[in-house]
């Protein structure tokens, strides 16, 4: 990346900030929204793995619902113009890995038995792990994903607010998440700050660069 491009990601991501008031009469159009879900498909995971969904939520009575139910009645759930569930999976096990790896082959079109060695390595890495752990390291993928789809928003200029501030299991019935064997980690909310957002143009406050990087030369 030249200086010039980073320079304006700097100030795209000082420009950016967790949105609590949306203007609900603002949309993203489809064209940007494609765009920031192709990013979002996009985001790394360990191993190449993805053990995640995320759920569009479009329809106004169910986000109404989690406002309401599992929200805490903020208004970014309902004011903006749209809102993605991160849910990872519950169930981490060889079949996981089984499928990307017949995935792999299909797409790169090579003998399944060529990645045996790769299966074996992701295996026995997740193999050592408590059920408990896998769905810690299941849940640790998803927040490369809204770290993606945060700076994708911002680059597209169209405001986000990443939210934990919820009723994870709430979360959970009222979209049915446990069936499919998910569970609810993280929410973000996308659209256009409203005019009256007194936080938009508040200061971004980050430590200084000398308080949070350690040089070991």
């Given amino acids: 990346m030249n200086e010039k491009k980073m320079k ?21 159009d489809k064209e940007t929204m494609d765009m920031l879900l192709e990013t979002l498909r996009l985001s790394p995971s360990s191993y190449g793995l993805q053990p995640w969904k995320f759920i569009i939520v479009r329809n106004k009575e169910i986000r109404e619902r989690l406002k309401i139910e599992a929200g805490y009645n903020q208004p970014q759930m309902t004011d903006s113009s749209d809102m993605i569930v991160f849910a990872s999976k519950k169930n981490i096990t060889n079949d996981l890995v089984d499928e990307y790896i017949k995935f792999v082959s299909k797409e790169n079109s090579i003998d399944i038995s060529k990645l045996d060695g790769l299966s074996t390595m992701v295996k026995g890495s997740l193999i050592g792990k408590s059920d408990e752990q896998k769905r810690a390291w299941a849940a640790h993928q998803l927040y490369l994903a809204v770290g993606v789809l945060l700076t994708s928003c911002a680059v597209s200029s169209v405001d986000a607010c990443p939210m934990e501030g919820f009723d994870a299991l709430k979360v959970d019935e009222i979209l049915n998440l446990s069936v499919m064997g998910l569970e609810s980690k993280a929410i973000v909310t996308m659209g256009y700050r409203s005019e009256d957002d007194k936080h938009a143009l508040d200061k971004k406050i980050r430590f200084p660069k000398e308080d949070v990087f350690i040089e070991l030369n």
Wanted: aromatic share 14%; proline share 5%; net charge positive.
């Fill in 8 to 28: 304006n990601l700097i100030e795209i991501m000082n420009w950016r900030y967790a949105t609590k008031r949306f203007n609900p009469e603002k949309k993203i």
